[in-house]
Nanobody, 126 residues
Framework: QVQLVESGGGLVQAGASLRLSCAAS????????MGWFRQAPGKEREFVAA????????YYVDSVKGRFTISRDNAQNTVYLQMNSLKSEDTAVYYC???????????????????WGQGTQVTVSS
């Protein structure tokens, strides 16, 4: 089992950058593939990015490619989401999630992840 705690959200202007962090408890962090999702008011939770256990593979939703970067530090039990060139449509609560067994076909599905953080609010003003 793993517990996840996100941080780093805030209110920024369009074009600014933020880095989200997700700290994981436990000694088995490196066994988990990690994902970032977001949920805007009135909308379903959507996939943003995922990273494999070793960090060797990363995946992004098309709308954030070239602007967001997911990374992880297994020694620090932390996964990051660097967000650049933020847009108003990036406004949402951002969640990190963990799963030990996902594939490229399942990584974008909310139901593929067993563990979730409480979320951190990102608000981008235009």
């Amino acid at each position: 089992q793993v517990q996840l705690v996100e941080s780093g959200g805030g209110l920024v202007q369009a074009g600014a950058s933020l880095r989200l962090s997700c700290a994981a408890s436990g000694r088995t962090f490196s066994r988990y593939n990690m994902g970032w999702f977001r949920q805007a008011p009135g909308k379903e939770r959507e996939f943003v990015a995922a990273i494999s256990r070793s960090g060797g593979y990363t995946y992004y939703v098309d709308s954030v490619k070239g602007r967001f970067t997911i990374s992880r530090d297994n020694a620090q039990n932390t996964v990051y989401l660097q967000m650049n060139s933020l847009k108003s449509e990036d406004t949402a609560v951002y969640y990190c999630a963990a799963n030990g067994d996902i594939t490229t076909a399942t990584m974008a599905r909310v139901k593929s992840y067993d563990y979730w953080g409480q979320g951190t609010q990102v608000t981008v003003s235009s």
